[in-house]
């Protein structure tokens, strides 16, 4: 089973950036689906950002044209670059792992982006 820790988050300025790192442990990400996904207060999780085994990516539409998330697969870690930022995109961010295969799932603990405006 795989477990997953964010890192990178943290206080910006609007129009700032961040890049959050999802760093995985306990088997390899090769053949997982990964995806970001955020939760702001009093609203359910929603997707950010997903790449597959194969690289194909895909993007809330808020966010298209700000965020690109990429894999590292021998550094067994995902990340999200995140530009442009706005305060809408304050909310807790979590990194998601889907098993191809098996479709075991398995969430980091967040991490928290803020946006000031």
């Known amino acids: 089973q795989v477990q997953l820790v964010e890192s990178g988050g943290g206080l910006v300025q609007s129009g700032g950036s961040l890049r959050l790192s999802c760093a995985a442990s306990g088997s390899r990400i090769s053949i997982y689906t990964m995806g970001w996904y955020r939760q702001a207060p009093g609203k359910q999780r929603e997707l950010v950002a997903a790449?597959?085994?194969?690289?194909?990516?895909n993007y809330a539409d808020s966010v298209k044209g700000r965020f690109t998330i990429s894999r590292d697969n021998a550094k067994n870690t995902v990340y999200l670059q995140m530009n442009s930022l706005k305060p809408e995109d304050t909310a807790v961010y979590y990194c998601r792992a889907h098993h191809q295969v098996t479709f075991y799932i398995s969430w980091g603990q967040g991490t928290q982006v803020t946006v000031s405006s």
């Open positions: 790449i597959t085994s194969g690289g194909s990516t």
